[in-house]
């Protein structure tokens, strides 16, 4: 074995990771890490490069560093990903290299529902995805969006509500959670609308933790983790364009405080780029494998 490869596997090893020797090459195993298919979703676009070839863009994604997603485009009336069943989606995934773990999608109670005090169609359409869910194979559901709500009582309502779909997810082996964005860091009556739905909700809610939203909102991540600990099983790993780029996000902090804010599992978002796309993917995924601060893995 060369001085060099020798070298590399006891940083490797110093660093916390493990190394695979052949012949004269050693590599330290990828890590574990997902990314929000949002990040991608305009080159399916027409004219686009894999417009109308998802196989293809899953295969891009895979190849560019990445073992898993996060799905962005679930349509309950035709119960489809991305035009697939939900069974066609998996394979899609699988055949690319890749597991559909969780899913963005979402449905708050209306208005007229919570005036009402009638949430069937709210449970109806809730218990259709969940059910969908389960035939893909995920693991989480995860709702991205919930105006600010008008008051606390109407913020409690669609706590209570979550709740109760939390319940419904956990019943059928999938973890229900919340998304935020900057806006959850406003106050409602006084109270910070993220922190009354943490606190008021079931703890079967988990929160998935955007961390460049929560820095926009004026908030630190980290203090969050220390003030709801277990809380944020999922994060969404974000910065102003590639991760790690522009050097204003604690990516470092994030995930050394990760035990601490319960974390499962994380997915990269990146809703702008620098140039290509698929570079850019590829960029933040080197940046999270080359961090001596982020796991192998975060599964419990």
Avoid at 65 to 84: Q, R, S
Avoid at 115 to 129: E, L, N, P, Q
Avoid at 141 to 170: F, H, N, T, Y
Avoid at 237 to 256: C, P, T, Y
Wanted: net charge negative; proline share 3%.
């Amino acid at each position: 074995m060369k001085l060099k490869t020798i070298l590399f596997a006891i940083t490797a090893i110093l660093l916390g990771g493990t190394v695979a020797c052949t012949g004269t090459q050693a590599e330290t195993p990828k890590k574990e890490m997902g990314i929000q298919l949002y990040s991608v979703r305009h080159l399916l676009d027409d004219g686009q490069k894999y417009h109308d070839n998802l196989p293809g863009l899953l295969k891009s994604v895979a190849d560019n560093g990445y073992t898993h997603v996060e799905a962005a485009n679930y349509d309950n009336e035709k119960g489809l990903f991305y035009g697939l069943t939900p069974e066609e989606f998996a394979k899609a995934c699988e055949d690319a290299g890749l597991k559909a773990t969780s899913s963005h999608t979402g449905r708050s109670l209306s208005a007229d529902e919570m005036k009402s005090g009638d949430y069937a169609d709210f449970y109806k359409w809730w218990d259709k995805t969940i059910a969908d869910h389960k035939a893909a194979g995920m693991e989480y559901i995860v709702m991205p969006w919930m105006g600010v709500p008008d008051s606390i009582a109407d913020l409690q309502k669609q706590c209570e509500a979550l709740s109760e779909v939390a319940r419904r997810c956990q019943a059928q082996g999938l973890q229900f959670g919340y998304h935020n964005h900057s806006h959850e860091f406003n106050e409602v009556e006084g109270k910070k609308m993220l922190d009354y739905m943490i606190e008021n909700t079931d703890p079967a809610v988990l929160f998935e933790m955007d961390v460049y939203w929560t820095m926009y909102g004026h908030a630190a991540p980290v203090d969050y983790f220390k003030k709801y600990p277990g809380r944020f099983k999922l994060l969404h790993i974000k910065d102003l364009r590639e991760i790690g780029q522009s050097g204003m996000v604690g990516f470092d902090a994030i995930f050394n405080n990760a035990d601490t804010a319960g974390v499962e599992n994380y997915y990269v978002e990146i809703e702008e780029f620098t140039g290509d796309p698929e570079e850019g993917i590829r960029q933040s995924s080197e940046y999270l494998n080359n961090a001596p601060f982020v796991k192998a893995s975060y599964k419990k």
